[in-house]
């Protein structure tokens, strides 16, 4: 089987219902409405998401869940104009606090939560310029917030990130700079997130190909167009070669993250015409 037959074997059993949806939007017929519909089902009535970030089990919404459901939206090519777009960057306008960040509710730790989500320190720049990224790009967001976040990416901004192994602590950087707009930094830190991942690729010390491709996202972005074609041969090579015999792709997670992954995982390889 290719690999889209042996995915499409893997979401008949494994992946959550929104992981299903994605692979039955974005590679079958499933219209966009009943995409949204089945990520409508993570909303809650104040408008931000729960339980698509999987370490965070409590029913209230949280930044991250929220910032996955703008990315979700982001690949699905939704316009910010959508209703469930609307109420999601109203949450964001009323939920952020003075520092320019999205903290979690006391009721969050109630809850079942992975040890790096309950010893989380705030204000960070993640999810503060990881969900700012986002807004951006799907044309939302008030200039109090961004101009908020603004002011929190000179405070805790660091070159120094980009110089180290920690891949999340790359993250702002590259959520916050990848989407086209004007920034004076912004080519700055896009350099520095190149040869970061030039260099994780030399020392081949990334947990996985998806890891690499969550930085690069598809061939028209800084890092798409910048990185060596044989990197980006290699890293496909490699990504195709990581699907497991039951059609998904390993987690260096919990299982509950292979249908995302695996969703991911497909939607790069199409970004750049591998399926």
Known sequence: MDILQKAAHFFQNQGRDIDQALFHYHFDDLPQEEMLAVLGRYQNEDGGFWGLEVDIAAPESNPFATELALHICIQAHVPGSHPLLQKTAEYLETTQSDDGD?????????????????????????????????????????????????????????????????????????????????????????????????????????????????????????????????????????LAAEQTEDGGWPSPYSDGWRGWITAQNLMTLRQFGRI
Not at 134 to 144: F, H, N
Not at 145 to 164: C, K, P, S, W, Y
């Open 102 to 238: 999205w903290h979690f509710a006391d009721a969050i730790y109630e809850h079942e939560l992975a040890p790096w989500f309950r010893g989380w320190t705030w204000p960070t720049l993640n999810p503060g310029c990881t969900t700012a990224g986002l807004l951006r790009e799907l044309g939302l967001g008030s200039q109090r917030l961004h101009g908020r976040v603004e002011q929190l990416f000179q405070q805790l901004a660091n070159e120094a990130d980009l110089t180290g192994d920690q891949f999340y602590a790359v993250r702002p950087y590259a959520f916050y700079f990848l989407p086209q707009w004007d920034h004076p930094q912004r080519e700055f830190y896009l350099s520095g997130l190149l040869w970061w991942l030039i260099r994780q690729h030399v020392e081949d010390s990334l947990p996985s190909s998806g890891h690499f491709f969550e930085y690069v996202r598809n061939p028209h972005t800084y890092t798409g167009q910048w990185l060596p074609a044989h990197i980006l041969e290699g890293r496909l090579a490699a």
